[in-house]
C-alpha cells in the first residue's frame, strides 16, 4: 500500500474554483469561521435555519452519558412535514420533486403537492394496519416514487424504516425482518432491471414463510405495490394492494410533532462479524446534517437545479441524498429505476440531457467503469447543464477523477469527492465547490461544524505526511445513535479503541499530506467495499461454510480496476464431500451459492480451492498473506505462520 500512498501524494494537480462559481456559491468561506467560533451555536443556527420546528429545541447537543449523544433533545419536528408539506405550504407545491424514469423508459413527474398527498394517503393507511410509534417497517422496494412516498409515510406517523436494498436475498431479508421486529413489509411485485422484471415479492414470501422451527413472524401485513406486473402468489388476509387501499384513504393527515431523538430509521449494514449491524438514526440531527450537506457540498439552488444521486434507497447514500437531503431542501430530482447499461451503455448520459441535470453524485466504481467503455460514448450527448459533479463510496484515484471532470465535466466543473458512512448518516469530509481549490484524489477536509483528526495507534495526531486512522473526535448531528438492539456492540466497535479520548473510531486508514488535506485509503478492518458496496469477509466465510462441502473458509478483498476491491474467497473441502464428488465445477457453485445466500454483489469474483489456509500459532487466519496471492503479489512476511511452508503450497495451487 506504501507505493499507492506515495503515488498519490505527489499527485499535484490541482483546480481552483473559477470566480464565477465563487460569486454565486451558497457556501462561502465564512462558514469554517462561524464553525470554529462556536461549533454546537453553528449547529443551532444551521437547525433553525433549514428545519422547522413545531416544538424550538433550547438545548443542543447533549453528550453527558457518551457515547450516547442527543442533539436538539428538547425539540420536536415531523421528518415528513419538513420534506413535504412546508414546500406546498410555501406556494412551491408545483414544483416537481421526482422526475422518475423506469428502466423501459415509462415516466412520472411529481410535484411535491401530489408527493404530499400521497404520502398523507399512505400515513392514514400505515395507522389503519395498526403502525404507530415507534413500530418497525420493512421496505423491501425498486426505485420507484412509491419507495420515496413509503419512507416519508413511515417517518410521517413516528414509526421506523428499514429499507432493505431489493438485491439482497430473501434470507437476508428474512434476518432484518426479524432482527428488527418489524409488523409490515412494503414491496412491489417485480422492478425493472437489465431489461427484465426482477421479481422481490416471492423474497418476501419466502423471508415471511416458516421456517420449522415454529417462530412466527412479527410481520403482520405486506403492502404490495404492482410495478413489474408479474405474477404473484397472494396471503389473504396479509397482502394487500397498494392500488386497492392508498387511493381509497383520506388525503387529510396532520403532521405530528415528534421528540427531535425519535429513532426515524435502521439500516443495516456489514461490519466486521458474520451478523449485520442494524445502524439507528434519529430525526432532528439526521436530517438537519443531511439537509447542510446536501446544500452547501453541492451548492443546491432549489429553484433552478436538477439534481441526480445514482445511489438506491437500500443504501444510506440513497437515504440521506435521494431522500431525506433534496426533499428537506425542496429540491428537483431525477430518480431512475434501472441500471446504467440498459439498453445501451450511454443511459445515464442520456438522462442527464433529457431533464437537464446539473448536479449529478455516483459511486467511483460506476465512473471508472464508464472510463473503460471510452469517452465516445457521453461525448455523443449533451452534457453541458451539468455545474457540480460529486463522487461516494470509496477512494477515487486520481485518474478516475480527471476523467469525470474532463469528460463529464467539460473540464470545468467542481468536483466534491465526499468521505462517510453509514453511521456518519451524512458527508464529513469534502470539498466545498465554490470555496476549496480541489486536488484529484482527496477527500480534502472536514465540513465546517465537524472535527476529524488522523491518528496512530496511540491516539496521537499525526503531522503532514504522516499515516494513521481516521477519527471524529466531536460529536455530530446525525451520528448513528446506537446498534439495533446491541449497546454494547455499538460502545466495542466504534468507541473503544480511543475510549479514553472519547473519539469514534471510523475503521478507515488516511493521510495527511502537506497542505493538512486528508486522503482516505481504504478500511483497516476485515470490511471490504466493492464497488462502493460494504460487505464483511466474516458474512461471506460464513455463507461459504455454510455449503455442504465446504470444510473451512477465507476471504480477502483484493484490489479491482473496476469494482475497487473483488471478494476472493480460499476454500478447504471436506474430505467426505471430495471423496463423494470430487471438486469439478466448485468452485462456480460456490460462487452463486454465496449469491443466491447474502446476494449477487457479495458474489465472489474468485474462488481458490485449497489444501490449507496461512494460521499464525494461535489460529488466526493471516489475511494479509492471501491478500498477497489474490493480487498476485510476491508473498509479504510469513514468519509469524505455524507453518511457513504453507503460503507456496497455496500459491501453486491458486496458479
Ligand atoms: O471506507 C470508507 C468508504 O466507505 C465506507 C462506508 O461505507 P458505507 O457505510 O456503505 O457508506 C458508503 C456511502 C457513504 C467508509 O468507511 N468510503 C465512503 N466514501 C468514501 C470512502 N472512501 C474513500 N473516499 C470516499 N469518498
Known amino acids: 500500500m506504501s507505493s499507492q500512498i506515495d503515488n498519490l501524494l505527489t499527485e499535484n494537480r490541482r483546480f481552483a474554483p473559477s470566480a464565477d ?34 416544538e424550538p429545541f433550547t438545548q443542543v447537543l447533549d453528550w453527558s452519558t457518551p457515547p450516547f449523544a442527543k442533539w436538539f433533545a428538547d425539540g420536536e419536528l415531523n421528518i415528513a412535514y419538513n420534506c413535504l408539506d412546508r414546500h406546498v405550504e410555501a406556494g412551491n407545491g408545483d414544483r416537481v420533486a421526482l422526475l422518475w424514469e423506469g428502466e423501459p423508459g415509462d415516466e412520472r413527474r411529481v410535484t411535491y403537492a401530489e408527493l404530499t398527498e400521497e404520502v398523507k394517503r399512505l400515513a392514514n393507511v ?26 416519508l409515510a413511515v417517518a410521517r406517523i413516528g414509526a421506523i424504516h428499514s429499507v432493505v436494498f431489493g ?27 437489465k431489461g427484465k422484471v426482477s421479481p422481490l415479492k416471492p423474497a418476501v414470501d419466502q423471508a415471511l414463510s416458516d421456517r420449522g422451527d415454529g417462530v ?15 405474477d ?28 427531535a431523538e425519535n429513532p426515524l430509521f435502521i439500516l443495516y449494514t456489514s461490519g466486521t462479524t458474520g451478523k449485520p449491524k442494524g445502524i439507528l438514526h434519529t430525526s432532528g440531527g ?56 440498459h439498453p445501451e451503455p450511454g443511459r445515464w448520459w442520456d438522462i442527464i440531457e433529457k431533464y437537464g441535470v446539473t448536479i449529478f453524485y455516483t459511486a467511483p466504481t460506476a465512473i471508472r467503469g464508464f472510463m473503460k467503455q471510452g469517452r465516445v460514448i457521453p461525448q455523443a450527448r449533451d452534457l453541458s447543464s451539468l455545474r457540480v459533479l460529486g463522487s461516494v463510496g470509496e477512494p477515487i484515484n486520481p485518474e ?61 495526531h499525526v503531522g503532514a505526511g504522516g499515516g494513521g486512522l481516521l ?10 445513535r446506537g446498534i439495533w438492539g446491541d449497546p454494547e456492540r455499538y460502545k466495542e466497535t466504534y468507541w473503544d479503541k480511543f475510549g479514553s479520548q472519547g473519539w469514534y473510531f471510523a475503521g478507515d486508514g488516511a493521510r495527511l499530506d502537506e497542505d493538512g488535506d486528508i486522503w482516505l485509503l481504504g478500511r483497516v478492518d476485515d470490511v471490504m467495499n466493492v464497488s462502493g458496496h460494504r460487505l464483511s469477509t466474516a458474512e461471506i466465510e460464513s455463507s461459504l461454510v455454510a455449503h455442504e462441502a465446504t470444510a473451512e473458509a477465507a476471504v480477502v478483498g483484493a484490489s479491482d480496476e473496476t469494482t475497487g476491491q473483488a471478494v476472493v474467497a480460499f476454500v478447504i473441502l471436506k474430505e467426505s464431500y471430495l471423496k463423494q464428488h470430487g471438486p469439478d465445477g466448485l468452485a462456480q457453485q460456490l460462487r452463486g451459492w454465496v449469491g443466491e445466500q447474502i446476494g449477487p454483489i457479495a458474489r465472489p469474483r474468485d474462488v481458490y480451492i485449497v489444501g490449507e489456509l496461512p494460521k499464525t500459532r494461535s489460529g488466526k487466519i493471516m489475511r494479509r498473506l492471501l491478500r498477497d496471492v489474490a493480487e498476485g503479489r510476491e508473498v509479504g512476511d510469513t514468519t509469524t505462520l505455524a507453518d511457513t511452508a504453507v503460503m507456496s503450497v497455496i500459491s501453486a495451487q491458486v496458479r
Not at 128 to 146: C, K, N, Q
Not at 471 to 480: A, C, D, F, K, Q
Open 21 to 54: 462559481f465563487a460569486a454565486a456559491a451558497v457556501a462561502g468561506p465564512d462558514l469554517y469561521e462561524r464553525a470554529q467560533e462556536d461549533r454546537e451555536g453553528f449547529w443551532a443556527a444551521q437547525s433553525r435555519e433549514l428545519l422547522h420546528w413545531q
Open 167 to 193: 438485491g439482497f436475498s430473501a434470507d437476508s431479508l428474512r434476518s432484518r425482518i426479524d432482527d428488527a421486529g418489524a409488523k409490515l413489509v412494503i414491496t412491489a411485485d417485480g422492478g425493472w432491471r
Open 400 to 460: 478516475a477523477w480527471v476523467w469525470y471532470r474532463d469528460v463529464i465535466g467539460a473540464g470545468t466543473t467542481p468536483i466534491v469527492d465526499t468521505w462517510w458512512q453509514t453511521e456518519t448518516g451524512a458527508i464529513m469530509i469534502s470539498a466545498l465547490p465554490g470555496v476549496t481549490e480541489t486536488k484529484p484524489g482527496s477527500a480534502q477536509v472536514a465540513l465546517p461544524g465537524i472535527s476529524i483528526d488522523v491518528v496512530d495507534e496511540q491516539g496521537s
Open 126 to 151: 400505515l395507522t389503519e394496519l395498526g403502525i404507530g410509534e415507534g413500530d418497525r417497517v420493512a421496505l423491501y422496494l425498486p426505485m420507484i416514487p412509491e419507495a420515496i412516498a413509503s419512507m
Open 286 to 341: 439526521y436530517l438537519t446534517q443531511a439537509a447542510y450537506t446536501h446544500r452547501n457540498v453541492f451548492d443546491l439552488k432549489p429553484e433552478t437545479d436538477v439534481y441526480w444521486c445514482t445511489a438506491d434507497i437500500g443504501w444510506i447514500t440513497g437515504h440521506s441524498y435521494v431522500a431525506y437531503g433534496p426533499l428537506a431542501n425542496g429540491a428537483t430530482q431525477v430518480l431512475y429505476e434501472g441500471t446504467p447499461e
Open 471 to 480: 477519527v471524529i473526535t466531536e460529536p455530530w448531528p446525525s451520528m448513528l
Open 232 to 259: 404473484v402468489a397472494w396471503t389473504e388476509g396479509r397482502d394487500l394492494w397498494w392500488h386497492d387501499v392508498v387511493p381509497a384513504a383520506s388525503p387529510e393527515h396532520e403532521a405530528r410533532a415528534f421528540p
Open 216 to 230: 412466527q413472524s412479527t410481520v403482520e401485513h405486506v403492502l404490495v405495490v404492482r410495478r413489474g406486473e408479474n
